[in-house]
């Protein structure tokens, strides 16, 4: 009995797992995970491209992907569904949400590192090169205005 059930077991694995209509679909969502791969490569070219990407992602997600997924789940719930969450839980944003936040946040805050690393390494290439008074200062004033929004953008 034990044996049929093996045999039967893998034979329907093969089937399933292994069939040729199987192995395209996981072939073409590899091709899209290599080609999604190579934009992001392209958009987080510099470090300042790679803090607007990433900020543009973050702002996708609060904009648009969370508003959705509360609703939806709202739209869902039934009447002890509301219930219990008015009574369990204080927040909308499931703790799936809440983690892709957490790490958006994290990759937001490693980009802007690097961008401002970039601008201290443009800084000490202006004195390098002794380029004027007037360069330095509107690069001083670049780098305070980013610094600035950037935490203006924490603080919200």
Same mark, same amino acid.
């Given at each position: 009995?034990?044996?049929?059930?093996?045999? /039967?077991?893998?034979?329907?694995? !093969?089937?399933?797992?292994?069939? +040729?209509? *199987?192995?395209?679909?996981?072939? =073409? $969502?590899?091709?899209?995970?290599?080609?999604?791969?190579?934009?992001?490569?392209?958009?987080?070219?510099?470090?300042?491209?790679?803090?607007?990407?990433?900020?543009?992602?973050?702002?996708?997600?609060?904009?648009?992907?969370?508003?959705?997924?509360?609703?939806?789940?709202?739209?869902?719930?039934?009447? /002890?569904?509301?219930?219990?969450? !008015?009574?369990?839980?204080?927040? +909308?944003? *499931?703790?799936?949400?809440?983690? =892709? $936040?957490?790490?958006?946040?994290?990759?937001?805050?490693?980009?802007?590192?690097?961008?401002?690393?970039?601008?201290?390494?443009?800084?000490?290439?202006?004195?390098?090169?002794?380029?004027?008074?007037?360069?330095?200062?509107?690069?001083?004033?670049?780098?305070?205005?980013?610094?600035?929004?950037?935490?203006?953008?924490?603080?919200?």
């Amino acid at each position: 009995m034990r044996s049929t059930a093996a045999l /039967l077991l893998i034979t329907f694995n !093969f089937v399933f797992l292994f069939s +040729p209509a *199987a192995l395209a679909v996981e072939a =073409e $969502l590899s091709k899209d995970d290599i080609y999604q791969a190579q934009i992001e490569k392209v958009l987080e070219a510099t470090p300042a491209k790679k803090l607007a990407h990433r900020l543009q992602k973050l702002k996708e997600v609060l904009t648009q992907k969370l508003p959705q997924a509360i609703e939806k789940r709202q739209s869902e719930q039934g009447i /002890l569904d509301q219930a219990l969450a !008015f009574f369990t839980s204080d927040l +909308p944003v *499931a703790s799936g949400e809440i983690s =892709e $936040l957490e790490t958006l946040k994290s990759s937001v805050q490693t980009a802007y590192q690097g961008a401002i690393q970039s601008f201290e390494d443009e800084a000490n290439m202006i004195d390098l090169q002794g380029m004027p008074d007037i360069a330095k200062q509107r690069h001083e004033a670049a780098l305070k205005k980013v610094k600035d929004q950037f935490n203006a953008m924490l603080v919200q």
